[in-house]
């Protein structure tokens, strides 16, 4: 359990008169009172706030302001000390005078709205918390000229710990560093304030699993703490019971020595009937549970259990996870029956009704109904094995069902990307268990129902962030929303992409880092996200049903798909990675079928070298070659067997692929279904794209979004640009030789406009690329791995465009428009970047199908410029000769590796190429206007040296 720091209190301000009252005594009283509460002398505070209120109400004439300050004192500290009814109380008690005194556009109103925000943040009840700090913000801002306000700096500080305690970790880090930005300019080096902002934000690091980043952050919150308080202040052990989490995380005894030092200062300064205390003893029964010496885990658990239902009742978060922490210790201690019992307790302590219209909106910490779902679930799995019951199991399974919907209702709530993306990686474990135990069910009972749940778990952990981005097109379109609704937020958003595009190159700086420009630029992305999630709670409140059509996350049946997305001669195939085992949804027209394979370390070492082994071969000495060519040739084979080979008597002649993790990044075409017996002979071997016409796609609901997606009609057929980098240009490009000859023979066939050397700029491509249904950019492209959203394609320099100015980053392209039909990335490495779990490779080429393009080709990594060349005019002339898209790009493959001779028949050559998406043919006739029917995605190759961050061994 983290211990969040949240700020109560106000400086005094300007105030009244006192009518006929000592003034002076009155004001003096007051600033020693706030005074104490600022250094948490909690019951002097609230004896002198109460004696100098009875005072100043003797007077003929009160100072209501004045009077409102001590009565938010009185409500502070009943709050710190865990009076709830009391502290509420008080705060409605300043409600009502702020009102009477028509104060509600003075700043008071604005501390008053944070203590009310305040007050349902500690009883945690944050939905509430976040309306009342929200609301503070925005008269906020509407009363303070300066930005660079202590009180907004509060606000920032409170709405963050809201977001962290709700899972959405980067937008809760976005607001603790606006709060650091403002304390540091306010306060001076080592004021608490500070402190605070560094334990929240070590905090956030902890949440995030950035433990050296959350070990500095508090190293200087104790620090600047130490100075101001000594050695014996509350706020100090706060620190420690942080620090002692991370110990925890990083399993290092140390975790004892910090959570003692916390609970001896808690104890001495607090009393030993506290919440922190609890949470103390709860911390160290995990460590002791940890060492699997449950007897004293049990025993500590119960203590806190003991105090936080003293101090909070039935019914909090902090009750519940005290409940569940005593289950799961009973439950490691083999003692199941009685924790079964226990964790029912649970649902009560977090308000959880099932049969409730909206079960999840009550919830008071949806984090620890996550983790009960799937205790509850192994429970039942658990007694299954013991008694054999089937019920059991089922009952087991529904949890899970439990467990998707949770998942739903977070997807949809959490506002930040990367929180989104922090929780997919959990939601693909609990999926994966989910999977299991589905197939499991089906194998004891036969009902396919098990099967078809189990393809619906699989679906809902593919491309989310691609799919709303899809949707949020679509709600605006059937809504009807204004045109310049839609231009504002638009404009908000390709600023934030700009602001952010600025602030990443500067941190690439290393050596001539402009600490103050980062800071400025942080601070207006920080302002532009405000606006824009103003702008977006209007549209919401206006159109309650944007809300709904945006975040809708009803995947297809399998009947769906089989009547609506395949024909024939198609198969799906869908991947799942499991940790241990990797299922196979395979979807015929006719057939449904989920086959299991069991995986091992063998599988990833591959994996790894089978790409590898592409990747290098251009590189590599020629005594080294046959090395190359037999590690390739053995890991083709071996990936064929597990991944084709058991369901390849399912197959139809047409493949989809639905890769999943790592696959992303595997071109499927270059795998041999069997070995070779010349492994010279390249351009004999048994390539898997010899038997099959195969394409990709994110998941089957993607690939239903981006069909349905309607085209404009009004748009010349082909823009072709190709770059020219001259020597010593500012990124180190080297020229490309064949890529005009590439653009030039591609609209030789299908006529347009072709832009070479200068014109092919960035300037250019967006001021133009919105009128073509196909646009061909022949150049340069980087992968960025460890950042997606900042790999990039090269244009041309220009006398006001050079170095970075000249290039487009996925975060530019994410916030473009286009109403290009198929956009063609010529370029290296467009295909490959980051690995997102449960989302797929943020590659450039994926960039563009946020922006509306229905059709992608794109290459994964550097390959020969010739090559590239080629394979271009084959596959044009395939699509001008009317072949589908999939048959075009399997027959230009197959035509370049028989025509080039062994040597250039290697997949690195050639395998780069992937299509993605809608395989129907473009209709192209000579004289002609390019007509495309379907809604196409094509994207090049997928290989890339992996790093299997989350495929736990």
Known sequence: ???????????????????????????????????????????????????????????????TELEIRLIHILGDCSLEKGNYSEALASYQNAASLLEKAGLEKDALYVEHLNKLGNYYREIKDFEVALDFLEQGLERGRQIFPDPANKDMANLYNNIGICHNKLGDLDKALEYYLQALSIRSQVFPEGHPLIAQSYNNIGLCRLDKGQYQEALQSFERAIGSYTLYYGTEHQDIADVHLNIGNVYFELQQDRLFSEYQKALDIYTRTLGDRHPSVALCYNNLANAYAGQNNFDTATDLYQQA?????????????????????????????????????????????LHYDPKAASPFDQVNNHQILLKLFQSMAELEIEAYYSNQDLEQLKDAFKYYHQIDGLLDYLRARYQAKGSKLFLMQTAHELYDSGIELALALFQLTGEESYLHDAFQFSEKNKGILLLEALQKTEAQVFLGIPQERIAEISKLESSIGELEKKRFLEWEKTDTQNKSLIDSLSNAIFDHKQALTRQIRALERKYPQYYGLRYETTTLSVGQVQKELLTEDQTIVEYFLGTNSLQIFVL??????????????????????????????????????????????????KLYQYLIAPV???????????????????SFGALLNELPEQILELNTHPYLIRDY??????????????????????LQPYLGLAPQFLKGNEKGLNQLKYNGEEVQGVHDMMGGEVLFNEAASKSNFLKRQSDFKVLHLATHGKANSAAGDYSFLAFSETAEKKGEEALLFVKEVYNMSTNAEMVVLSACETGAGELQRGEGVASIARSFSYAGAKSLLATQWSVDDKATHDLMQLYFGKIKAGLPKDQAMRQAMLAYFDSHGKAKAHPYYWASFVLIGNVQSLSFQSGVPLMFWGLPVLMLGVLLLVRRKSVKK
């Open 588 to 637: 015929n027209k006719d057939d449904f079928r989920v086959i299991s394979v069991n995986l091992d370390d063998q599988f990833f070492r591959y994996l790894d070298a089978f790409n590898q082994s592409i990747m290098n071969y251009s590189t590599v000495s020629s005594q080294e070659i046959a090395d190359n060519l037999n590690t390739y040739v053995i890991a083709a084979h």
């Open 648 to 666: 390849e008597e399912l197959l139809k002649a047409q493949l989809v692929i639905i890769p999943d993790g790592e696959l992303g990044y595997l």
């Open 305 to 349: 259990l003991d105090i936080m239902t003293y101090n909070y009742g039935e019914v909090h978060p902090d009750v519940a996870m005290s409940i569940y922490n005593t289950g799961i210790s009973y439950y490691f201690a083999g003692k199941d029956r009685e924790a079964r019992q226990i964790l029912q307790r649970c649902f009560s302590a």
């Open 1 to 63: 359990m983290r211990y969040y720091v949240a700020i109560f209190f106000f400086m005094c301000g300007s105030l009244m008169g006192y009518g006929q009252l000592d003034t002076a005594l009155i004001r003096q009283q007051y600033e020693q009172a706030q005074l104490l509460n600022e250094e948490k002398d909690f019951k002097q505070a609230s004896q002198l706030a109460q004696s100098t209120l009875s005072l100043l109400r003797k007077g003929s004439d009160p100072a």
């Open 693 to 714: 016409a195969i394409s990709y796609n994110y998941s089957v609901r993607l690939l239903k979004e981006m069909n349905e997606r309607k085209s404009k009609k009004t």
